[in-house]
């Protein structure tokens, strides 16, 4: 039972993750990422032509005009989920789900 406690303690303060969201050929892969929360993500662009992952709903954030190979960090604080676009590129979305 104690030995059950310890594992369930454990599980609780798992150490958060980064994950990589690659902007490439116009598109955010991977195009729906589900997080906990606490955890990183990255976007990071690898087209020539630059981007923004923007979310505007009640998880917001923008990354901002991102150039080729420039990197941005957002740290998923509460649970929920949020669809963003890239602002130059409405017809680029992306969803992000926070658990
Ligand atoms: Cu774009």
């Known amino acids: 039972m104690i030995v059950g406690l310890l594992l369930l303690l ?3 303060t798992a150490p958060p993750k980064t994950h990589t969201v690659e902007i490439r ?3 955010f892969h991977p195009a729906v990422l589900t997080v906990a929360v606490g955890d990183t993500i990255v976007w990071i662009n690898r087209d020539i ?3 923004t992952a923007t979310a505007k709903g009640q ?3 923008d ?3 991102l150039v080729q190979g420039q ?3 957002y740290v998923a ?3 929920g989920a949020a ?3 890239c602002t130059f590129h409405p017809t680029m979305h992306g969803k992000v789900v926070i658990r």
């Open 59 to 61: 998880t917001r954030w």
């Open 71 to 73: 990197v941005w960090r």
């Open 63 to 65: 990354t901002g005009q």
């Open 49 to 51: 032509v630059p981007h």
């Open 25 to 27: 050929g116009m598109e």
């Open 77 to 79: 604080r509460r649970a």
């Open 83 to 85: 669809r963003y676009v």
């Open 10 to 12: 454990a599980g609780l």
